[in-house]
T-cell receptor
Framework: DTAVSQTPKYLVTQMGNDKSIKCEQN?????MYWYKQDSKKFLKIMFS???????INETVPNRFSPKSPDKAHLNLHINSLELGDSAVYFC??????????????FGSGTRLTVV | EDKVVQSPLSLVVHEGDTVTLNCSYE??????LLWYKQEKKAPTFLFML????IEKKSGRLSSILDKKELFSILNITATQTGDSAVYLC?????????FGTGTRLKVLA
């Protein structure tokens, strides 16, 4: 039973294309996140949703649009892909918002390569 | 601006050595701090620390938090090759955890 699952695991696409990454968690958590990890392993938060409501929207190009149809799903759509978007994208979830002290459970990541 | 600094950036040791990894932070409305281990894929949870001075232990790994001096350390005793990984610390503010750049540990047989 995968707790936080992302699809696809790998994505190779050309510049200018539009692509989506899906994330689902079966932990009953209220909060979900998207993180981007660059080649130097630096994990940077992009978005966070709590019970389908956007609570964190970091300085991310508006080509990136998250969508949360329900609290178990958080998808990431990227328009007009650029070379610099190449990275590993991690979905994560936590029981509540970090202020309550809950840790994250991460998905296995989606390695996006833009050529 | 929130800041997390981990040191050293990388470390090479031999099996059996003891290592200490450091994490210093400046985070608004600090709530808790997490330690993760990342090998090839997703980070896996090690510890969550919320109170100063209380050591958390799991086998050969232990961690402690100092909220006055704003740092945490992760100790690994009797290291094994399977400990080779990037170790990430992440203090939380009100709504998010902020990750450091990690310490890359390599344990040689």
């Amino acid at each position: 039973d995968t707790a936080v699952s992302q699809t696809p695991k790998y994505l190779v696409t050309q510049m200018g294309n539009d692509k989506s990454i899906k994330c689902e968690q079966n932990l009953g958590h209220d909060t979900m996140y998207w993180y981007k990890q660059d080649s130097k392993k630096f994990l940077k938060i992009m978005f966070s949703y709590n019970n389908k409501e956007l609570i964190i929207n970091e300085t991310v190009p508006n080509r990136f649009s998250p969508k949360s149809p329900d609290k178990a799903h958080l998808n990431l759509h990227i328009n007009s892909l650029e070379l610099g978007d190449s990275a590993v994208y991690f979905c994560a979830s936590s029981l509540r918002t970090p202020g309550t002290g809950d840790g994250y459970t991460f998905g296995s990541g989606t390695r996006l390569t833009v050529v | 601006e929130d800041k997390v600094v981990q040191s050293p950036l990388s470390l090479v040791v031999h099996e059996g050595d003891t290592v200490t990894l450091n994490c210093s932070y400046e985070v608004t409305n600090f709530r808790s701090l997490l330690w993760y281990k990342q090998e090839k894929k997703a980070p896996t949870f090690l510890f969550m620390l919320t109170s100063s001075g209380i050591e958390k232990k799991s086998g050969r790994l232990s961690s402690i938090l100092d909220k006055k001096e704003l740092f945490s350390i992760l100790n690994i005793t009797a290291t094994q090759t399977g400990d080779s990984a990037v170790y990430l610390c992440a203090p939380s503010g009100t709504y998010k955890y902020i990750f450091g750049t990690g310490t890359r540990l390599k344990v040689l047989a």
